[in-house]
């Protein structure tokens, strides 16, 4: 089996920075695209940031584009988010996920998930 670990969640204050981190381990198949999604209580999950895995071609959603860089440790198996200038909108519980097609902004191709990490940004 996958497992994906994120970390680097926590509480910060607005328009400070967190860098969240997501492992993979055990068994990881061939990955097309790793992805970050976010979810608050009552909304629906959506799209963060995602990275394909082999050309390194980021994908951004606008209300975090010039704010959030996602990257990726090849050997470490290992995506990163690093988000600056983070507003109270930005909390949430954030999802790291591995796809192995499809597109890299749809959560229906994602076939691992991790279990989250909260994001709180308050004063």
């Known amino acids: 089996q996958v497992q994906l670990v994120e970390s680097g969640g926590g509480l910060v204050q607005p328009g400070g920075s967190l860098r969240l981190s997501c492992a993979a381990s055990g068994h990881t198949p061939r990955v097309y695209a790793m992805g970050w999604f976010r979810q608050v209580p009552g909304n629906e999950r959506e799209f963060v940031a995602a990275i394909t895995w082999r050309g390194g071609i980021p994908y951004y959603t606008d209300a975090v584009k010039g704010r959030v860089t996602i990257s990726r440790d090849i050997a470490k198996n290992t995506v990163y988010l690093q988000m600056n200038s983070l507003k109270p909108e930005d909390t949430a519980v954030y999802y790291c996920?591995?796809?192995?097609?499809?597109?890299?902004?749809?959560?229906?191709?994602?076939?691992?998930w991790g279990q989250g990490t909260q994001v709180t940004v308050s004063s």
């Open positions: 996920a591995a796809a192995n097609t499809g597109s890299p902004t749809a959560a229906r191709f994602y076939n691992y």
